[in-house]
T-cell receptor, first 111, second 114 residues
């Protein structure tokens, strides 16, 4: 089945700096790559997603890039704010139509 | 819409007892997913349904776990008998088009088995 690796597991940045989280996947047939944000004690919520026919997608301060050849995708957050502090999960939908999540990145934005 | 509804929000039970978790998906969503979240294993898909039919239960850890979806607005996840290693947060999620679009998660049920 699909294997999704996510790095780093923790990331600490100063307010205003950028944050980058990287993921790799194993199933070359995977075609949908969402990113979820989970605040402490809350449910995961989708923040952005990208499909395999697109290389980059941006929504205000967040962007996602996809490299199908290398089988990796990344989340970029610019001008970070304290409210961006949360756990971020990457995920991939593989050829068996199941969504597999990475282990998560705890992002801390220091004021 | 109220979103995905789960009950109970917290459950504390003793080892060996039966536990039933409940989920009401968003109206009109054809797919329902059950996930388990732990620090060690992260978010794991246990089972998912399409139009009330179980499609893939390969993530269900053992025969002690079972899930049903008797109608489009209700699903249950049952653990019998429960064990301390079942302690986790269990999320239900629903979506319009399976795993190729946004899944909407419920608030989760925090299960503690002592």
């Amino acid at each position: 089945g699909e294997n999704v690796e996510q790095h780093p597991s923790t990331l600490s940045v100063q307010e205003g700096d950028s944050a980058v989280i990287k993921c790799t996947y194993s199933d070359s047939a995977s075609n949908y790559f969402p990113w979820y944000k989970q605040e402490l004690g809350k449910r995961p919520q989708l923040i952005i997603d990208i499909r395999s026919n697109v290389g980059e997608k941006k929504d205000q301060r967040i962007a996602v890039t996809l490299n199908k050849t290398a089988k990796h995708f990344s989340l970029h957050i610019t001008e970070t704010q304290p409210e961006d502090s949360a756990v971020y999960f990457c995920a991939a939908t593989s050829s068996n139509y199941k969504l597999t999540f990475g282990k998560g990145t705890l992002l801390t934005v220091n004021p | 819409d109220a979103g995905v509804i789960q009950s109970p929000r917290h459950e504390v039970t003793e080892m060996g007892q039966e536990v039933t978790l409940r989920c009401k998906p968003i109206s009109g969503h054809d797919y329902l997913f059950w996930y388990r979240q732990t620090m060690m294993r992260g978010l794991e898909l246990l089972i998912y349904f399409n139009n009330n039919v179980p499609i893939d239960d390969s993530g269900m850890p053992e025969d002690r776990f079972s899930a049903k979806m008797p109608n489009a607005s209700f699903s249950t996840l049952k653990i019998q008998p429960s064990e301390p290693r079942d302690s986790a947060v269990y999320f239900c999620a629903s979506s319009l088009t399976g795993s190729l679009n946004e899944q909407y998660f419920g608030p989760g049920t925090r299960l503690t088995v002592t």
